[in-house]
């Protein structure tokens, strides 16, 4: 069983920061790349960070420079360090493997920034 839970989201004011965590099972976090996704209201997921169990990193272009996405491989959890919070930045946000898979996720964190 996949077990993924994110948490750290929270009401910010715009240019805040927040750090997400996202604790998940060993038998994917320790084989798969680990990606932070997010869905804004009324928008499409959207795939925001990645990293590979190597720790290579890569992030789309809205939010590159402002967050950063590491790894603790001994406490199998995932972290989104944000930065410089933008009003667009607000939406559910959700770690899981890459690509999403059909048969397990996290029940995400509410990330809301107000301007």
């Known amino acids: 069983q996949v077990v993924l839970v994110e948490s750290g989201g929270g009401l910010v004011q715009a240019g805040g920061s927040l750090r997400l965590s996202c604790v998940a099972s060993?038998?994917?976090?320790?084989?798969?790349?680990m990606g932070w996704y997010r869905q804004g209201p009324g928008k499409q997921r959207e795939l925001v960070a990645t990293i590979t169990t190597g720790g290579t990193t890569n992030y789309a272009d809205a939010v590159k420079g402002r967050f950063t996405i590491s790894r603790d491989n001994a406490k199998n959890t995932v972290y989104l360090q944000m930065f410089s919070l933008k009003s667009e930045d607000t939406a559910v946000y959700y770690c899981?493997?890459?690509?999403?898979?059909?048969?397990?996720r996290g029940q995400g964190t509410q990330v809301t920034v107000s301007s």
């Open positions: 060993g038998n994917i976090f320790n084989t798969k790349p």
């Open positions: 899981n493997t890459i690509p999403w898979p059909s048969n397990y």
